[in-house]
């Protein structure tokens, strides 16, 4: 490695009280070191301050004459003005137009909206889960359809394929491999999945009993805002609506439990009774026992609600984000999905872990149920929501 012959070079930075005394500096302060001494030579030498008082004034001029001139100040512009003087006016300006066109945007909204129709429709909702168009040859309605779909759900504690529907070998492995996962560690577990577009279907365990948990709280919301008393009193009643939001998202039970103080269950037993549903709530209870099937019915009751317009964002704009759903998180990311699940921890008296919705694909859309006697368990759940997602193209 070759060395550096470069030096380091030295600060000249010093400090103020090392720096050299200028030659004017050093010529004002000897007057006033040597005032005693000048006085006596001036009185003795008139010649010596004389030729000291010259000295002093060349020392003053030279001082003087290297002070640095100001300098100049630039114009500003016409006047000496500048742009600066008329920026409060620009922008006070530009403000006043900004209004006005403000002005005529709203002017132009409220005529349209006084010219359209009223803003209560699905608009909105479809954004989110625009459900296609079907064929309606056979009924008069969405409504008469979901009727034959419910009556035609099997009871039955075995595999069933159901209008028209037919499984594969494989599709049928696939489904009890799912089904031991449950029997394996003494679980019971029923479905139900239903092809809106064309009614084919596949179902299991449809006969037995199950505790419903918290997966029966988004159908009495449905039933509440089908009969319009509850959509009615949202409108007055703010508190109504978070409500909705907090049973919807995160199961809230003391949400859940204010509805029901206000509405009972009248009006959630008429709306079983019209869905073909066996098994509803009783006076006073808040969950009770029911079949897969009924938890279907249910929802394609909801579906036929949803399609008449009877409930659109209320349910929609919350039931596609449950905190804790098997069908939102399987199938979420890639489908449209409404969903709200129940669970119930306790094995000694009521377990559960149940979900029920509507998925849309890109080219079907299909009620889907599970029931079962697991007690919390979404990993389960999560399994069989899998194995049911892998048969339904072949019901297409």
């Known amino acids: 490695m070759t060395r550096s012959s470069s030096r380091p070079t030295r600060s000249r930075t010093t400090s103020r009280s090392s720096r050299p005394v200028s030659l004017?500096?050093?010529?004002?302060?000897?007057?006033?070191?040597?005032r005693s001494r000048q006085e006596v030579t001036r009185s003795t030498n008139p010649r010596r301050s004389t030729t000291a008082s010259s000295t002093r004034r060349s020392t003053q001029r030279s001082n003087q004459?290297?002070?640095?001139?100001?300098?100049?100040?630039?114009?500003?512009?016409?006047?000496?003005?500048?742009?600066?003087?008329?920026?409060?006016?620009?922008?006070?300006?530009v403000l006043i137009i900004a209004f006005v066109v403000a002005l005529k945007y709203m002017s132009k909204q409220n005529i349209a909206q006084e010219t359209s129709a009223p803003a209560e429709d699905t608009t909105a909702t479809q954004a989110v889960v625009s459900i296609p168009s079907h064929d309606r040859s056979k009924y008069n309605s969405v409504a008469d359809q979901i009727i034959d779909l419910q009556d035609s759900i099997p009871a039955?504690?075995?595999?069933?394929?159901?209008?028209?529907?037919?499984?594969?070998?494989?599709?049928?492995?696939?489904?009890?491999?799912?089904?031991?996962e449950f029997s394996s560690r003494n679980y019971d577990v029923g479905f139900v999945l239903i092809n809106l577009k064309n009614g084919k279907g596949i179902s299991y365990n449809t006969d037995m009993m199950f505790y419903s948990a918290s997966a029966i709280k988004a159908p009495y919301i449905a039933s509440l805002l089908s009969q319009g008393n509850l959509k009615r009193d949202m409108k007055s009643n703010q508190r109504l609506e978070q409500d909705i939001e907090n049973i919807l998202i995160y199961s809230d039970n003391d949400a859940y439990y204010h509805l029901q103080s206000l509405y009972g269950t009248k009006a959630f037993q008429n709306w079983c009774v019209a869905a073909g549903v066996e098994h509803s709530l009783k006076n006073g209870e808040s969950f009770t026992d029911i079949t897969v099937a009924d938890l279907a019915k249910m929802w394609l009751q909801m579906y036929a609600d949803y399609d008449e317009g009877s409930i659109s964002e209320e349910i929609s704009g919350f039931a596609t984000r449950p905190e804790e759903s098997s069908i939102r998180h399987v199938l979420g990311l890639?489908?449209?999905?409404?969903?709200k699940a129940g669970w119930y921890p306790n094995q000694e008296k009521s377990a559960a872990t149940n979900d029920a919705g509507i998925v849309e694909?890109?080219?079907?859309?299909?009620?889907?149920a599970i029931c079962s006697d697991a007690p919390e368990d979404f990993g389960l759940l999560d399994s069989m929501v899998e194995a049911l997602a892998d048969v339904e193209p072949h019901l297409r």
């Open 24 to 34: 004017a500096q050093d010529a004002s302060r000897k007057p006033k070191q040597n």
């Open 156 to 180: 039955s504690s075995k595999i069933e394929a159901f209008n028209d529907a037919s499984l594969t070998e494989d599709d049928d492995a696939h489904l009890k491999e799912a089904i031991k």
């Open 361 to 368: 694909t890109d080219k079907s859309v299909y009620v889907i």
């Open 65 to 93: 004459s290297r002070q640095p001139r100001p300098k100049p100040e630039r114009p500003q512009g016409p006047q000496g003005s500048s742009l600066k003087e008329f920026a409060p006016l620009i922008i006070i300006v």
């Open 334 to 339: 890639t489908d449209s999905t409404w969903s």
